[in-house]
């Protein structure tokens, strides 16, 4: 068993990993879900990290959102329903024959644990901002083909998504989702009825650390 630390390159190389993401998002193709696969799970990474970055967190912590981030799906190679819990119990068996530290587990497992909007509260640092990361993209190219979004609403409206930017302003302690929504495609009530417990969610995982989030679509504040 390595003693050294887990980094994030060493998980984002890992050929375990990336064959149950693969096979996670195979399974999704299948039941009509957008995608899940590589661009999703990097860009969690890279914006779960970043935000703690900004926020003044070590740099432990930073990676454990990075690895986070990219494994917080693989429950999907099990099952659609309870994916976050599943997850979990796979990262916890995947980090810990890599030699992860239990502390450094506990907190990427519990994060993975509670992303899931059924299920998920940010009880860590770690675990509100996976839940911003993820419940943040939504974006034309996770729609797998056009012909969908004509019958489906989760494609619809991550269709008429032009283009998406989570921006913190430390300031005035805020954090604010900006949407440019192609309401040709899609009105804004449709955005709202599908996405409505996910910006809640993030409201939750903003005020973990003490900022207001804000949703924008088209220049209008609508939360």
């Known amino acids: 068993m390595s003693s050294l630390p887990v980094t994030y390159e060493m ?3 890992s050929a375990e990993i990336n064959t149950y993401i693969q096979q996670a998002d195979a399974s999704l193709i299948a039941l009509g879900f957008t995608e899940h696969s590589f661009a999703h799970v990097t860009r969690c990474a890279a914006v779960a990290s970043h935000l703690l ?29 309870d994916h976050a819990q599943s997850g979990a119990v796979m990262a916890f068996r995947i980090l810990d024959k890599m030699g992860m530290p239990p502390a450094d587990t506990a907190l990427v497992v519990t994060a993975i644990g509670n992303h899931d909007e059924g299920t998920a509260f940010p009880v860590n640092g770690v675990a509100a901002a996976l839940i911003l990361a993820d419940k943040t993209d939504v974006r034309r190219s996770r729609v797998r083909g056009r012909d969908t979004i ?16 989570l921006e913190l302003d430390k300031e005035r302690k805020t954090l604010t989702l900006r949407i440019q929504l192609d309401t ?27 900022l207001s989030f804000r949703l924008e679509v088209n220049g209008q504040t609508l939360l």
């Open 150 to 165: 004509r019958f489906d609403i989760h494609d619809r409206v991550n269709w008429a998504v032009e283009r998406s930017d």
């Open 53 to 81: 970055e900004e926020l003044g967190a070590d740099e432990r912590q930073v990676e454990l959102a990075r690895i986070a981030g990219y494994m917080h799906d693989i429950g999907n190679l099990v099952n659609r329903v």
């Open 11 to 13: 998980v984002r190389h």
């Open 184 to 210: 040709t495609v899609c009105p804004v009530m449709d955005y709202f009825e599908i996405f409505l417990e996910r910006m809640l969610l993030c409201r939750k995982a903003a005020e973990y650390f003490q």
